[in-house]
């Protein structure tokens, strides 16, 4: 099938690309964008390792084809940090709280946890867990990622800090 | 898991959409919030040479009254279901269903629309539809028409919708005011399918049900409008006898598969279960 | 010394050595998306593989038609066995000492075999191809069922080994048998039992499951024709192993292959082996001279890449009236699927499955495996666990709590009775493992004093009463149990892999200005290899962890290891990091002894320095040493520091841990609710607490996914039924308990830092403590044993059976 221009704003920057319209969105970032944060886990829209934000949404990016997102606004993990480098508060909460370890699974979980956070700013560990059940882990049992959540909602709030992670 | 190769299509009418499914033919498929369909392509177990992206439809995103009823655009996400203080407001069986759907990524993308018109006898909100009485707008090349839910599922991936008809809208008279309702779903894990599901929507006047209707989502090859058992609860107090009677009545229209999920029978019991819980659930509601 | 001098105290704290919750240095880069795994590689003119494979668990390949696939556009090569077969590597030969076939020749022996791989310039071109190949089949009657595989006329599945009597492990006893392994007293266990005052005895199952790490398994293969080298990229738990293994099969000198381990998302066994994906993408660069990616997806990994368990295990326990134990004895039947790929020391073909004896003092014991050939994938890997030991755990921690119910006594309390006691250490086992220290009384009464142990048995036994009033339709069990791990393997008098001892290896570099470099020869999956290590190295040599550069996974350039896996991290490289430091702390002694113009002798360790004894404002730091060591060395030492450790241990360590969980039992629906787990974990020495807390809760929700709902399941045609996330359980967030965390620390006697391991501990020990509880829940009903996984049907099933929905 032949290759279609297709264009988007990624991570603040306006992308044009190559595309065959069966090109999953996934592998448009990682391969013709070269954005390798995004990561594929299962293939069948589980684990949400390849979550991005796509127009204010969390999406599983390994079942939207790149060409449903033309003209869309998409964040990666890429897209986090602030220009000058400073972690974002949930970058810096997934440290301090051990939220991570292989790292697989992170930039998903983190780019979905900003979503949730934009809409909730104050979750109980009820409505996080509820809020990253589209996403797996593998390595952590969630338990210092919920921390690291609550950390970054601590921190954006202007809140001080509690618990360290376990 | 890589899809095979197709033709993309964005119309921006309903119009212009049904003209291409009607020009492309069988092997065109429409696409919705994709959350169905894309796995199953990735799977090459569906292999359409077009897709018709019905996103571009602005008219087909929207939640609005008419009247008595409430008419909802077919690519309304079940995140906009969620987040609809009319909905919640006039119908929160949907928001309860909704929430038990999936997962938060999924549900940012997965249409009500879809949800009710692929068939899919695993999705949950077909029964709610079933036990809502909702009528789907649906339109092809030869014009609008209505269908009824309680008409419109067939079998797996098997329903009243013609070939290049597409599901515009989704109409849902409101229940009575001071209505009960229960959505109670038993699956393994978020993100699973149910094992077994029951709504429930009844009202009650003075202590007996004036008026019940109930859906059983996946323990047959459609959803099921559980009609008999609803009759039974009709006039009681939701009696543990003759709740036990309707709950019998419901299992005996189940017919599920056997699967990961378990024996045909479990999940038959299931649904009884469910049934149960969902009417307790609705009578603490119901005012 | 005068007031702003800082202590010993404040001067190690800066260190972020030992004991300190350091936090992790690979972080950096996963937080920001920057980690570098394998599928995130692109090199110029890079390929694609992708394979075709059986539909069939058992059929006879007739004719394999690869031209509609070779006129794929972009398609360049489509490898079938009849390619390889020339090259001899149409079978590879696996870790357990059988073959595997790399593309299937005659026969497919499982579903989802790989059969052509098709190799095109991009991703989805390959898919189209693989699509493609056009593959006839006769089909031919499965064995699925392990306790038919050696029915006298059960089909024969490996006609490739016709006529071979004889396997690695002694004798085969029927056409679709692997070996026979023994060990033990069987005549001191046969006279125990038969003068016993009580015996149990249960078929104990333990399901097939998968290790499914979140990165599926995957490589990159470049081999550059001039040079005649081959680089290969790969999640590989084994990195040298791998460059050994490629190098034999290969024929390429092995100092011309360069193996590059980079960041892996998640191994958990799954990463040790070697796969048909792997040579395929060797084959496939050689034969292209392109460099060649292979990336599985994840109904590739689940069902053709290393699954774990499948063991069917026949426990008895001999026991006194009074709750004695006198012997065990466990014949064990062991699916290994299509091909023996164990990844198992070569001298054990059921790991260390002798382990069984578990925490107990069993004054005899006996164990018979029967390792057998079925149509299901190939693998039996250790899962976050070292070899076949949560098998082993699950075993006798559930036969444990069968005795105690036949004897109607507390199950804590029946452990209590029979826990080897702290003075027998170090004790050796009635089926030969040195167990090298423990406390375990002290650490099961931590444990049953901080759960309130006493009134949750009180709280329990008022719920039964209601229950059988009809008052509640929710059961509460509680699980119990205690846990003996080994790990570390292992000292090369008995462990070896393709006869490589299982040392592992630490060089540490120290720079000039005291900053350092060290490399190992094990492999980090999100162990944080690169924070822990540095923080041995920072207390023993006194430098900053900061200033400490980890570099595992190149072959190249880290010295020779075996890898990460069985926990064999911490206690053995590690140990050859303490090993290596110290080496670097003597000669480092001598050059201070030098410039302080005292004798070696005279010198004392304090942190970060020698001192002169009785005088410690004369001192030398490691800092002022490293530059020293480039530039004013004593006469006749050689300039530098640096040194390289390759440590053969000289036992194994046994972690333990006492855990207990509390369950509530929905008998309508059989859903469950872990209200409450409590894990107590004694791992010897603690480097990073908060690294192993995390280990903790990452082992302990993998075993609650095995207990309560893990299982790669097969339909009676062989397809494979559980293949996909959808049905394969893998907990979310909601679904997974909150964990409790406990921790007593008796430090190995033999390792240089007392470190004992722990990150496979909490599977090994959660997965017969969420058994035991849900057991327990139905045990006051008449319940003996329910087998994994505790799923809703099954559950319900139970209750079904006990007649509680009448």
Known sequence: MAKIQIAMTVNGEAVEALAEPRTLLIHFLREQLNLTGPHIGCDTSHCGACTVDLDGKSMKSCTVFAVQASGAEIRTIEGMAAADGTLHALQEGFREMHGLQCGFCTPGMIVRAYRLLQENPNPTETEIRFGIAGNLCRCTGYQNIVKAIQYAAAKLNGVPLQEAAE | MIPGSFAYHRPSSVQEAVALLADLGTEARALAGGHSLIPMMKLRLAAPDNLVDLAGIKELKSIRADGGDIVIGAMTTQHEVLASDLLTQKIPILRETALQIADPQVRYAGTLGGNVANGDPGNDMPAVMLCLGAAYQVTGKSGERRIAAREFYQGAYFTALEPGE?????????????????????????????????????????????????????????????????????????????????????????????????????????????????????????? | ?????????????????????????????????????????????????????????????????????????????????????????????????????????????????????????????????????????????????????????????????????????????????????????????????????????????????????????????????????????????????????????????????????????????????????????????????????????????????????????????????????????????????????????????????????????????????????????????????????????????????????????????????????????????????????????????????????????????????????????????????????????????????????????????????????????????????????????????????????????????????????????????????????????????????????????DLEWDVDRFTVKGNPERFKTMTELAWAAYHGVPPGMEPGLEAVSYYDPPNMTYPFGAYICVVDVDVDTGMTKIRRFYALDDCGTRINPMIIEGQIHGGLTEAFAIAMGQEIRYDEIGNVMTASLMDYFLPTAVETPHWETDWTTTPSPHHPIGAKGVGESPNVGGVPCFANAVNDAFGFLGSTHIAMPHDQWRTWTVAENLGLHA
């Open chain 3, 1 to 601: 010394m005068n007031d702003m001098t800082p202590t010993s105290a404040e001067r190690a704290e800066k260190l972020e050595g030992m004991g300190c919750k350091r936090k992790r240095v690979e972080d950096v880069r996963f937080v920001q998306g920057r980690g570098n795994y394998v599928d995130d590689l692109k090199l110029p003119g890079m390929l694609y593989g992708d394979f075709t494979r059986s539909p069939y668990a058992h059929a006879r390949i007739k004719r394999i038609d690869t031209s509609k696939a070779k006129a794929v556009p972009g398609v360049l090569a489509v490898l079938t066995a009849a390619d390889l077969k020339p090259l001899g590597l149409h079978y590879m030969p696996t870790l357990a000492g059988d073959v595997q076939a790399v593309l299937a020749e005659e026969k497919v022996l499982f579903q989802n075999q790989e059969v052509a791989f098709v190799v095109a310039n991009e991703r989805y071109a390959a898919a189209d191809g693989a699509e493609l190949v056009e593959v006839e089949y006769e089909s031919l009657p499965v064995v699925i069922d392990p306790f038919r595989a050696m029915a006298p006329d059960a089909p024969v599945l490996r006609e490739d080994l016709a006529g071979k009597t004889e396997g690695v492990h002694g004798a085969r006893k029927h056409h679709n048998h692997v070996f026979n392994w023994q060990i033990g007293d069987r005549a001191a266990t046969d006279a125990a039992f038969n003068k016993a005052e009580v015996a149990i005895k249960e078929l104990i199952s333990y399901q097939r499951v998968h290790p499914c790490p979140l990165e599926t398994c995957q490589c990159v293969a470049s081999f550059d024709k001039i040079k005649g080298e081959l680089t290969l990229w790969g999640t590989f738990q084994a990195p040298h192993v791998i460059r050994t293994v490629a190098s034999l099969i290969s024929k390429i000198p092995e100092h011309k292959i360069h193996v590059i381990a980079p960041d892996i998302g998640g191994g958990f066994g799954n990463k040790v082996g070697a796969y048909s994906g792997y040579i395929c993408a060797i084959v496939a660069s050689i034969v292209t001279g392109r460099p060649v990616k292979w990336v599985e997806d994840r109904i590739e990994n689940l069902s053709a890449t290393a699954f774990a368990r499948d063991y069917h295990m026949t426990t008895e326990i001999a026991a006194t009236k009074d709750g004695k134990v006198t012997g065990l004895r466990v014949y064990t039947l062991a699916d290994h699927g299509a091909f023996d790929a164990c990844a198992d020391p070569s001298k054990w073909p059921a790991g260390f499955f002798n382990i069984v004896t578990g925490s107990y003092d069993f004054p005899t014991a006996h164990v018979e495996v029967d390792g057998i050939y079925t149509n299901k994938a190939p693998g039996g890997v250790a899962y976050r666990c070292s070899f076949r030991v949560t098998e082993a755990a699950y075993c006798i921690e559930r036969a444990m709590d069968i005795l105690a119910q036949k004897l109607g006594m507390d199950p804590a309390e029946l452990r209590m009775k029979n826990l080897i006691r702290r003075e027998q250490f170090p004790y050796t086992s009635a089926l030969g493992w040195e167990y090298d220290s423990g406390d375990y009384h002290t650490a099961l009464n931590k444990a049953m004093d901080t759960v309130g142990y006493k009134a949750l048995r009180d709280e329990q036994k008022t719920k039964q009463e209601a229950f059988r009033r009809g008052e509640t339709r929710d059961l509460m069990g509680i699980g119990v149990i205690f846990f003996t791990e080994i790990v570390g393997a292992g000292p090369s008098r008995n462990c070896d892999i393709l006869g490589i001892a299982m040392f592992d290896s630490a060089e540490i570099r120290i720079h000039p200005t005291g900053s350092v470099i060290a490399r190992l020869g094990t492999k980090s999956q999100g162990q944080g290899h690169e924070t822990t290590y540095a923080q041995i190295i920072a207390t023993e040599l006194g430098l900053k962890a900061d200033n400490i550069t980890v570099e595992e996974g190149n072959t190249d350039t880290a010295p020779y290891g075996l890898g990460t896996y069985g926990s064999r991290s911490t206690p053995v490289s590690g140990a050859a990091t303490a090993m290596a430091a110290r080496k670097i702390k003597a000669k480092a002694q001598m050059i201070a002894a030098h410039l302080l113009e005292v004798h070696d002798d």
């Open chain 2, 166 to 287: 597409i599901l515009t809208a989704i109409r849902i008279r409101v229940p009575a005011t001071g209505h009960g309702y229960g959505y109670e779903k038993l699956k393994r894990k978020i993100g699973d399918y149910a094992t077994a599901a029951a709504a429930v929507v009844l009202t009650m006047t003075g202590g007996t049900v004036a008026s019940c209707s109930i859906g059983l989502t996946n323990v047959a090859e459609t959803p099921l409008w559980a009609e008999a058992a609803a009759n039974i609860l009709v006039g009681s107090s939701l009696n543990a006898a003759t709740v036990k009677r309707a709950v019998a009545a419901a299992e005996a229209i189940t017919a599920p598969a056997t699967d990961s999920r378990g024996p045909a029978i479990y999940r038959t019991k299931m649904a009884g279960v469910m049934l149960a819980r969902a009417l307790a659930h609705a009578r603490s509601r119901a005012s």
